[in-house]
């Protein structure tokens, strides 16, 4: 087993598709090549990049995939045979619990900007006691908080026999069924990404798949491990036993950057030990008391807290200046005048739209469409604030057909980005403080994957509350 151990910005998943493309120019089938990931995005990059390359079709990728998906293939399901969103209303519906209808198993990432109903966090709770190949008990008393126990244990039963009842099955439900199936597919090259966010569950599964491969590649960085609390088992990839490969130059983190990020990870104390040098570019990294400061008219901007609600009186100063930013659903650039700019431009390009988007211009745009006026002419049914906004950004060289260069995130949500320069919050709530307190291992990693986002200028914000993470 070969261990690719890959600090921030030293191109990880580049050095995995590096092998995977020597080892397809070398004539290998990419039938017997298996690229496994934590995100459907990472997969989705992996399969585009060498499709594109090597002009390979669907089908020759076809075990380019996440866990849970490689899982559901083999067993051979159908998507009528996995719980549906009307099924956990159904469920949720029986045992008189509220649910929020997002599904936390898809959404980690993003788990942090999402307010949960209780029902959401038993369900929840029952996921990650089956990951952590923990009881449901000693699941709660780690993680339960003021759930009652008796309440979590009842869902956690009830889910079982609700699942049985249908013959259905939740993603858990994929892995642990797939461990006690026969699996008879062998690979010549199994590349394993984002290892350290695997639970115990995962771990079990990988290594069944591994004994049927000729030469695996496991890449990861232990430092940036911040999923424990959704079942991730760090200590695992810590102690995994291979050839090891530390890629020792970040091209991401300027030297200023890079020394302040070690600092961090001093704090850190069960850990891999890595060298890595510094990108050849230069940086900075300053304390700022407010964002009011800040120049946001060039470069990439990332601004990041540990939870949404430490984000949003910056978010209130950004709508306040008429900043172009992103944050979910809530930034100017996902709104619905937002929306129609960007379609008018299609309409100009004779690019296709359909009747729904056409819809949505239509509800700004009295007269009929002209493709020589310009859409701050054509939609005056925009109120004249927000035409003015939106003509004041892109007169001052924005784009609103693109990402917004300003973008509002948890760190966990930014995990994988970059920016040009990066704002940290430092705050956290009194649960994260205390858990801090107790294992400052984790937040330690938490605060190093936000130090690590910068490409050039870090700016750490003065604390707002009793209860931070000291930068």
């Not at 080892?23 to 399969?47: C, V, Y």
Request: charge should be negative; aromatic fraction near 12%.
């Amino acid at each position: 087993m070969n261990i690719i151990l890959g600090p921030p910005g030293t191109g990880k998943t580049t050095t995995l598709l590096k092998i995977m493309e020597d080892a397809l120019s070398s004539g290998m089938d990419p039938k017997k090549i298996g690229f496994i990931s934590f995100t459907k995005r990472a997969i989705k990059e992996a399969r585009d990049r060498v499709k594109i390359k090597f002009n390979l079709t669907t089908v020759q990728v076809q075990n380019f995939r996440t866990l849970h998906s490689f899982a559901f293939r083999h067993l051979g399901l159908s998507t009528r045979n996995l719980m549906t969103k009307k099924n956990y209303q159904e469920f949720a519906d029986v045992m008189g619990i509220e649910l929020t209808g997002i599904d936390t198993e898809e959404n980690l990432e993003d788990i942090e900007t999402v307010v949960f109903e209780d029902g959401d966090r038993l369900l929840f709770l029952d996921g990650v006691a089956r990951n952590t190949q923990r009881t449901i008990e000693e699941t709660w008393e780690k993680y339960g908080g003021e759930l009652d126990f008796h309440e979590v244990n009842r869902v956690h039963i009830g889910l079982a026999l609700y699942k049985q009842q249908f013959a259905i099955m939740d993603y858990t439900d994929l892995l642990e069924h797939f461990l006690v199936e026969d699996f008879n597919l062998s690979f010549d090259l199994l590349l394993i990404d984002e290892a350290q966010d695997l639970s115990a569950l995962q771990w079990k599964v990988i290594e069944k798949i591994n004994k049927k491969a000729k030469k695996v590649y496991i890449a990861g960085d232990d430092d940036q491990a911040i999923f424990r609390w959704a079942g991730a088992d760090i200590e695992h990839f810590i102690n995994l036993q291979g050839n090891v490969q530390v890629l020792d130059h970040s091209y991401r983190l300027p030297k200023e950057v890079h020394d302040y990020a070690k600092t961090i990870l001093t704090n850190i104390g069960v850990r891999r030990d890595k060298q890595f040098n510094a990108a050849d570019h230069g940086g900075s990294v300053q304390h700022i008391s407010d964002i009011e400061s800040l120049d946001f008219n060039k470069g990439s901007w990332l601004i990041l807290a540990r939870s949404a609600y430490s984000l949003f009186p910056h978010i209130s100063y950004a709508r306040s200046v008429g900043l172009f930013y992103s944050f979910k659903e809530r930034g100017p650039n996902n709104s619905l005048f937002c929306r129609a700019i960007q379609i008018y431009y299609r309409l100009q390009k004779n690019l296709n739209v359909d009747d729904n988007e056409f819809k949505i211009v239509s509800q700004f745009m009295p007269g009929t469409f002209r493709i020589e006026t310009p859409w701050y002419d054509a939609l005056t049914l925009m109120s004249p604030e927000h035409r003015l906004w939106f003509r004041t950004l892109e007169e001052g060289g924005e784009n609103l057909s693109t990402t917004p260069r300003v973008q509002f995130s948890t760190i966990h949500g930014a995990k994988g980005a970059e920016a040009d320069n990066v704002v940290i919050c430092p705050d956290v709530s009194y649960k994260a403080y205390k858990e801090m307190t107790e294992n400052p291992d984790d937040e330690a990693r938490v605060f190093y994957v936000a130090v690590t986002r910068a490409k050039k200028d870090l700016y750490l914000l003065t604390p707002q509350t009793r209860y931070y993470y000291e930068l």
